[in-house]
């Protein structure tokens, strides 16, 4: 992204931008809200562009520099306080090996103590190096915390990915104990399958630096709240996650694959996007049967099986931070 461009998203009507202050790399992202000052107006009509050097309102001309803070405020009266009394306000920023994360609390824990041991765990990805082939958004009619649940377990494989089911096992891998900040595991293949694909047969070389127990594994990771990272071979593939409203998500998925390998004429990337797009397809299928069987009154939760530790996991961690909002609104 060139200097002075944004793109943003939005969480239930709240939305925010990204800015580029300089030409650097991922470490000059500044994130603030979109809405101006005086009246709260969203300043970006659209959901990416660019700033030729300032941002300026378009309601009543307040100006802001490509840092957030205010430059001008056109009729202002003399009483005015200080400009840098009225920045836009900011957003907390961090990175991961290429993954911006955004934190929309007024004093956030440290992203490095959310991931604890995730950027060692997962350090021979470099991820960081990887280059987006494909992305694709999904309108799915669900909310965001169903999907979750799905992404976190394979017992339902068997009967809705017979494609995914013939080359990994269901009931392999390990889980890691969930953490306070993300819940995950690994998958083994089976049948000689080398990778997630149509017929699970490796068209591109490893990611350099992974081992050979790396190499025989895909790992699935949900980092709190709303990113799926799915670690695998020869690729990386991501789902975000944004809530639209209580039985609406939007899910964008993105495919990220070696520079090396993406200039050969050799290259190939399209087995690994529609085998995902099938099964994406499958799991936003179920996703929306579960939320419309939700909305029953004859509805009751039932207890999750021993092989859903994940999912449970997910659970009372929603219901903790539920718990933790309610007390600091007493407080």
Request: with cysteine.
């Amino acid at each position: 992204m060139k200097p002075g461009g944004y793109n943003g998203n939005s969480e239930y009507g709240q939305r925010r931008k990204r800015c580029r202050k300089f030409s650097a790399p991922c470490r000059a992202v500044e994130w603030h809200w979109k809405s101006g000052r005086i009246r709260g107006t969203r300043i970006c009509a659209s959901s990416e562009g660019h700033f030729a050097g300032r941002i300026q309102c378009g309601y009543h001309g307040w100006t802001y520099g490509l840092d957030g803070n205010l430059i001008g405020a056109p009729h202002a009266h003399d009483g005015f306080c200080r400009e840098e009394d009225f920045p836009l306000n900011r957003v907390h920023a961090d990175v991961w090996d290429g993954h911006i994360f955004i934190n929309l609390s007024r004093d956030p824990d440290s992203l490095a103590n959310q991931l604890e041991d995730l950027p060692q765990k997962f350090r021979n990805w470099q991820m960081a190096k990887l280059r987006s082939y494909r992305q694709i958004e999904y309108g799915v009619k669900a909310n965001w915390k169903l999907i979750m649940l799905n992404y976190n377990e394979c017992l339902h494989c068997p009967i809705l990915h017979p494609a995914l089911s013939a080359i990994t096992d269901y009931l392999s891998g390990d889980n890691d104990r969930p953490h306070r900040g993300y819940i995950g595991g690994s998958m083994e293949f089976q049948g000689g399958a080398k990778n997630m694909s149509k017929d699970g047969r490796l068209r591109r070389e490893y990611l350099p630096g992974l081992n050979t127990e790396e190499r025989s594994k895909v790992y699935y990771y949900a980092i709190f709240p709303n990113l799926l990272l799915s670690l695998h071979p020869d690729y990386m593939m991501t789902h975000t996650l944004w809530p639209r409203a209580v039985d609406r998500t939007d899910v964008i998925c993105e495919w990220h694959f070696h520079p090396d390998e993406m200039v050969k004429s050799t290259f190939v990337a399209d087995d690994a996007v529609e085998f995902w797009d099938i099964t994406n397809r499958e799991d936003w299928a179920i996703s929306e049967l579960s939320q419309a069987g939700i909305r029953s009154r004859a509805y009751r939760p039932g207890p999750y099986s021993r092989c859903e530790s994940l999912p449970q996991a997910f659970d009372q961690m929603v219901l903790d931070r539920e718990k933790q909002e309610r007390k600091k609104q007493i407080t």
